[in-house]
């Protein structure tokens, strides 16, 4: 599986930015598929997830009601929709396929990752 992560860029604190992940190589409607993030000094973070079916969507804590995670079987591609951003949003942001139809929202859970895409929020 190749995926390509795109969207990110400069935007000021309550902005808004939509990610998008376009996936190649596995047929994209079985497995599910997740967004991370890390900051610079920092770990890897879980962010959203969404089951194959796009049924089951997942948020850490932090980000709960700003963003939502969505995907479209028909373009290979899914999406972070993030809204009211914060300074504390800035990251490279990561999209990744996971190894089954359900989500995870370890690192571990996922099989495939992109190559990022910085979003930097400014105060």
């Known amino acids: 599986v190749q995926l390509q992560a795109s969207g990110g860029g400069l935007v000021q604190t309550g902005g808004s930015l939509r990610l998008s992940c376009v996936a190649s190589?596995?047929?994209?409607?079985?497995?599910?598929m997740g967004w991370f993030r890390q900051a610079p000094g920092k770990e890897r973070e879980f962010v959203a997830a969404?089951?194959?079916?796009?049924?089951?969507?997942y948020y850490a804590d932090s980000v709960k009601g700003r963003f939502i995670i969505s995907r479209d079987n028909a373009k290979n591609t899914v999406y972070l929709q993030m809204n009211s951003l914060k300074p504390d949003d800035t990251a490279v942001y990561y999209c990744?396929?996971?190894?089954?139809?359900?989500?995870?929202?370890?690192?571990?859970?996922?099989?495939?990752w992109g190559q990022g895409t910085l979003v930097t929020v400014s105060s």
């Open positions: 990744a396929a996971g190894r089954s139809a359900s989500v995870a929202t370890a690192t571990s859970g996922y099989a495939y």
């Open positions: 190589g596995r047929t994209f409607s079985t497995y599910g």
């Open positions: 969404i089951t194959a079916s796009g049924l089951g969507r």
